[in-house]
Every structure is written in structure tokens, then in C-alpha cells.
């Protein structure tokens, strides 16, 4: 999600110019998102604590999948509500999921080593994204590539998340 949010954010306007779409439709994906994304935090914190992390996990990469395939098929208008939900979905989840993952599956104990490594993880994907995108539209002409790059990795993912176990119970 990091790495993904990074490279949209940091090339939103050319992301969508490359589209035929204006500065002001670009930056107008926010505020839809940031709506769906404060929901859908909110009641994955509340079904936490019910389902299993799983389940929540399956959805946050069924929201991975609509916000790449959204920047795939963004030149079509379709593209650009997937694009919204799919990025309030993951925006959302994705905090419910960092705070809840690692004290869950391991315990408090050593709770700041691990939150420690996945936050390095993250700052790197951070960082590696906006030129990964930058480097695919420079070749290509187009972000499409890096949204199907999204969605590829989208279902690999969704395939290891339906084995997905907790550790602590193996």
C-alpha cells in the first residue's frame, strides 16, 4: 500500500494529464477518498475485533486491486470511481491492519522490533515508488503499466492471503 499510494500521490497530476483529464479532476480524488477511507477504518476497527484478520486482510487487497485498476483504466470515466473507492478502501484498512497485525499474531514483548523492521519496509517502498512510476511512464507514455503492475500484484497477494495463518496457532 505504501509503495503504491506513494507513486499515485507523488504523480497524481501527470497521472491523470496523461489521461486528458485536468489538474482540479486530479486533486478531486482526495476528499472522496479520505471519506470512504475514514468508513471503512472505522468499521474495520469495529469488525475486528468479530472476524478474523483474514477476512479484513482479504478486502484491504480487493481495495489494493480496485485502486490499481483504476490507474489501468483510468482514460475510461469508470476508471476514476475504482480509482476513489479502491484507494478509500486500502486508506482505511490499512491503518486498522498496522495497529492491530503485530501485537495480535506476536504478542506485546517485542512489539517495537517488529513494528521497527515494517516501518523500514514501508519508508523503502515509500521511497522506491515514485520513481518506479516516473521510470514506467518516461518508457511507456502511460501509468497504465504500473496499474496492471499493481493489479498482477494485487492478486498474488489476495492468492497467499486465502492461506494466510495465525502464527501463533500453527
Not at 489521461?19 to 475514514?38: H, M, T
Not at 517485542?110 to 515508488?129: D, P, R, Y
Request: with cysteine.
Amino acid at each position: 500500500m505504501a509503495f503504491f499510494i506513494t507513486g499515485f500521490t507523488f504523480n497524481v497530476i501527470s497521472i491523470f494529464e496523461s489521461c486528458g483529464y485536468s489538474e482540479q479532476k486530479a486533486l478531486s480524488v482526495f476528499v472522496p477518498a479520505s471519506i470512504i477511507s475514514i468508513v471503512s477504518a472505522i468499521l474495520g476497527n469495529l469488525l475486528s475485533d468479530y472476524i478474523k484478520m483474514q477476512k479484513l486482510l482479504i478486502i484491504f487487497l480487493l481495495g489494493c486491486l480496485l485502486s490499481s485498476l483504476g490507474i489501468a483504466i483510468l482514460g475510461s470515466e469508470i476508471g476514476y470511481y475504482v480509482l476513489i473507492l479502491g484507494n478509500g478502501i486500502m486508506g482505511g484498512l490499512y491503518s486498522v491492519l498496522v495497529a492491530i497485525t503485530w501485537p495480535r499474531f506476536y504478542g506485546r514483548k517485542h512489539l517495537g522490533a517488529i513494528s521497527g523492521l515494517s516501518m523500514s519496509l514501508v519508508v523503502f517502498s515509500s521511497a522506491m515508488a515514485p520513481l518506479f512510476f516516473s521510470r514506467i511512464f518516461t518508457l511507456t507514455g502511460s501509468y497504465s503499466i504500473a496499474g496492471y503492475a499493481g493489479v498482477a500484484y494485487a492478486i498474488i497477494l489476495l492468492i497467499f492471503s486465502i492461506k494466510a495463518r495465525n502464527p501463533q496457532l500453527q
